[in-house]
């Protein structure tokens, strides 16, 4: 029997608003899952930030990565530019003195990522040629953290830095040459007692060649409260040859620091080498400081809202 053609038009109108109310009712459903997928992800965005990268901090407390040569797996607070600045005297041996001054620059770009400044502003050398002086060498490059420290699992980061060759090789106050470093960094509170560990594969450009050089270093240190502010640190450390020139070499560091205040930072101390090719004698004494936060409105925003991250 064929079809009536009376009620096509009116069924057809009516099939194609039944279509488009579905339509809509299926937007509507998507939008209504699409918006709460978004809020509660940005919620938990920002529990996780808060919670286990430690962002938005309330207050400002300094992270020194002196005295040692280690470095903390952890990183400067959020938003925060801090200065290390130190003097040095080392007697490498051989009749060489070294007398230098320098520091680290950080700041905390992002909740796990920080960039680092590390320049030596002054540098003179004594050897049977006489008394060199002048700028040395600049290293610049990232640190990022993997993840926070938790009751069983440590703090890990990774840290790339390349130098910049600013001292003059013609003076012996460095190789002229471009290096690259590469450290992992695992850090961990164990009772009162903080440990940090580095291992850094180091590429050293060789001079008048090209290609690099390349050896490794391991570090331990550790550090614990002795009265108050006042806190001993002590560290291993060690390089493996370089070539034939440069051998591997087993030293030692010792430091006391004292916290000022949360944002200031003393330190004072001496390194003594355990096997030849080392420094033999390194005396120093530095300071670390949290300059400022460089996003004050964010840090206000945030404590204006509803909310808190601890």
Not at 63 to 81: E, F, K, S
Not at 282 to 303: C, D, E, M, Q
């Amino acid at each position: 029997m064929g079809e009536d053609r009376r009620y096509a038009p009116t069924i057809r109108t009516t099939r194609k608003k039944q279509l488009v109310r579905r339509r809509w009712q299926r937007l509507a459903a998507s939008a209504t899952i699409l918006v709460a997928c978004v809020t509660s992800g940005r919620t938990a965005s920002a529990q996780w930030m808060g919670k286990q990268t430690g962002c938005y901090a309330d207050s400002m407390a300094a992270n020194p990565n002196r005295p040692t040569v280690a470095n903390p797996g952890d990183i400067t607070q959020y938003g925060v530019l801090e200065l290390e600045y130190g003097f040095d005297k080392v007697w490498p041996g051989g009749g060489v003195r070294q007398t230098s001054a320098g520091g680290l620059l950080k700041f905390g770009l992002l909740c796990d990522v920080e960039l680092r400044w590390n320049t030596t502003s002054f540098l003179s050398q004594t050897d049977s040629g006489g008394t060199h002086r002048g700028f040395g060498d600049n290293w610049l490059g990232p640190q990022i953290r993997i993840y926070k420290q938790t009751k069983l699992v440590p703090t890990f980061a990774f840290s790339y830095a390349v130098k910049i060759p600013s001292a003059s090789p013609q003076d012996g106050l460095g190789s002229g040459q471009v290096d690259h470093s590469f450290t992992l960094l695992v850090s961990k509170d164990i009772g009162k007692t903080h440990f940090d560990f580095n291992a850094t594969g180091f590429l050293i450009g060789q001079p008048g060649a090209s290609g690099f050089d390349k050896n490794q270093q391991f570090n331990l240190a550790f550090s614990h409260a002795l009265h108050g502010p006042l806190q001993f640190t002590g560290e291993f450390y060690g390089d493996t040859q370089l070539n034939a020139a440069t051998p591997g070499f087993v030293s030692s560091l010792w430091a006391l620091t004292y916290t000022v205040n949360p944002r200031l930072v003393v330190d004072s101390g001496f390194e003594a080498g355990i096997t030849s090719g080392g420094p033999h004698r390194h005396a120093f004494v530095g300071v670390t400081y949290s300059i400022a936060n460089l996003y004050p409105g964010w840090r206000r925003k945030r404590a204006g809202g509803s909310g808190k991250a601890n």
